[in-house]
């Protein structure tokens, strides 16, 4: 969150996967509160992935997100697009400050989300992804051969379960040794999630609880995030 404030590009803010409406309700209240423009969020509500929460015999998470923003004040400041994200990038021309990843977690799912929207995302752009330093393995694959492996971004980190990088296609090789610290210990996971579909047992538990902690995710100095998120400009 605190990267998104301090990201220092102009364009929208983009949310693929809203569920009912907890990740929403934290940007549109930053982006709002910080003057950043309003937040985009697309999702068909009807949890159509694998990867995706239970409804619990609702039909959709439609009205539970609207009455989430209603209660939190922050109705207005969202842009609610009922839709798959294949179908809003058909669409989409707006530049990218923030693009927020937490719809379908599969592989195919994710890589799509990133291919679709990165050519809008602006040079100084944050994007985040949910889930990818856990169990699903098809988010962390492509945080880590996308993102993490890919000059495009430059500094990254994790934050509990998150994934985060700026996209700084000019000078992202200048952070290329700290990404390859980060992706180390986080490829290592890939097989580890592909195995955990019934809970993590075992080897695989103890190889989950080896590699984890080598990867960094806990907070960062707000001066020193300040720092990193500094382009050229
Ligand atoms: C993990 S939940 C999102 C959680 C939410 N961000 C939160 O903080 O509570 C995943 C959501 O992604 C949505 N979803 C799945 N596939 C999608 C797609 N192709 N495009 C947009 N949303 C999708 C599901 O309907 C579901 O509501």
């Known amino acids: 969150m605190a990267a998104t404030a301090l990201a220092p590009a102009r364009g929208k ?84 400050r923030f693009l927020w990843i937490d719809g379908d977690h599969t592989y195919e799912g994710a ?12 040079d100084g752009a944050i994007i985040a992804m949910h889930d990818v330093l856990g169990t699903f393995e098809g988010a962390l694959r492509v945080f880590v051969e996308e993102v993490l492996d890919s000059d495009d971004f430059g500094p990254a980190g994790f934050s509990g379960s998150i994934g985060w990088a700026q996209y700084r296609p000019r000078d992202g090789k200048r952070f290329r040794w700290r990404r390859r610290l980060l992706a180390v210990p986080a490829r290592r996971l890939i097989p580890v999630a592909r195995h955990a579909d019934r809970g993590l047992r075992g080897w695989n538990k103890f190889l989950y609880k080896f590699w984890r902690p080598l990867a960094p995710h806990g907070d960062i100095p707000i001066r020193r995030l300040e720092r990193l998120l500094r382009t050229a400009d």
């Open 111 to 122: 890589k799509a989300d990133l291919d679709m929207f990165k050519p809008y995302l602006v």
């Open 13 to 96: 803010n983009l949310e693929i996967g809203s569920f009912k409406g907890r990740s929403t309700v934290g940007i549109a209240y930053v982006t709002r509160e910080l003057g950043l423009g309003r937040v985009a969020a697309v999702d068909p509500h009807t949890s159509p992935s694998s990867t995706d929460p239970d409804l619990r015999g609702k039909a959709t998470s439609y009205d539970d997100f609207v009455d989430n923003l209603r209660t939190a004040g922050v109705l207005e400041q969202v842009e609610i697009k009922r839709a798959y994200s294949h179908d809003l990038a058909r669409e989409w021309r707006d530049p990218i």
